[in-house]
């Protein structure tokens, strides 16, 4: 785990630089990640003795912790990652966009660092980087695996657009711009290009 990752206790609010685990209700198990050859995200189902287990004594495994970051930029390693396929692209152009790039790693990095401690609301926009492989969940826009009706997740080891995922409540038990409490906390991901 790195340095200014934080296991909070169950009970407080959820906050940027947080590491939770991420529970599938539908599969009934946690996000989990291994390095293969690529990063590989899946739904593993684990045992716990009564379902209150389940939700104070989460798995300790590195391949389940994922650290809550704020919305990143990605302008910059867009316009990089395609003039680098093409041909045609003059040194110069692909110098500035290589520096522009890196003013945007460090724009993100700062914020990573000036959010780190704040308290994470309902219709905030976040990213969720798997500790282990420091990789991105990231939504393609594929069918999944193993269940035809929703979209693919994969991991992305520099997060695009479609990492963005908002925290946006259910049944109407909560308000938007309400701080997020552990205990409440069930994780439906949907990104922002879902309607």
Not at 57 to 77: G, H, I, N, R, W
Not at 149 to 176: C, H, P, V
């Amino acid at each position: 785990m790195d340095d200014d990752a934080e296991v909070r206790n169950l009970g407080n609010d959820i906050k940027y630089g947080d590491v939770i685990v991420i529970h599938d209700p539908i599969n009934h198990g946690y996000f989990t990640a291994r390095l293969q050859k690529k990063c590989h995200l899946m739904v593993e189902e684990l045992e716990f003795p009564t379902r209150q287990h389940m939700f104070t004594s989460p798995p300790e495994s590195m391949d389940c912790l994922f650290k809550v970051t704020p919305k990143l930029f990605y302008a910059a390693q867009s316009e990089y990652n395609s003039l680098m396929k093409r041909d045609d692209v003059e040194e110069e152009v692909l110098a500035e966009a290589k520096k522009e790039r890196a003013k945007e790693l460090q724009i993100n990095a700062g914020l990573c660092r000036k959010f780190r401690g704040v308290a994470v609301y309902f219709g905030s926009c976040v990213q969720f980087l798997h500790l282990k492989t420091n990789c991105y969940i990231t939504m393609v826009k594929e069918q999944a695996d193993a269940d035809s009706e929703r979209l693919k997740l994969i991991l992305d080891e520099a997060g695009n657009e479609n990492s963005w995922f908002f925290f946006n409540i259910a049944y109407k038990t909560m308000k938007m711009g309400a701080n997020i409490p552990y205990k409440v906390l069930t994780l439906t991901l949907k990104n922002h290009h879902e309607t």
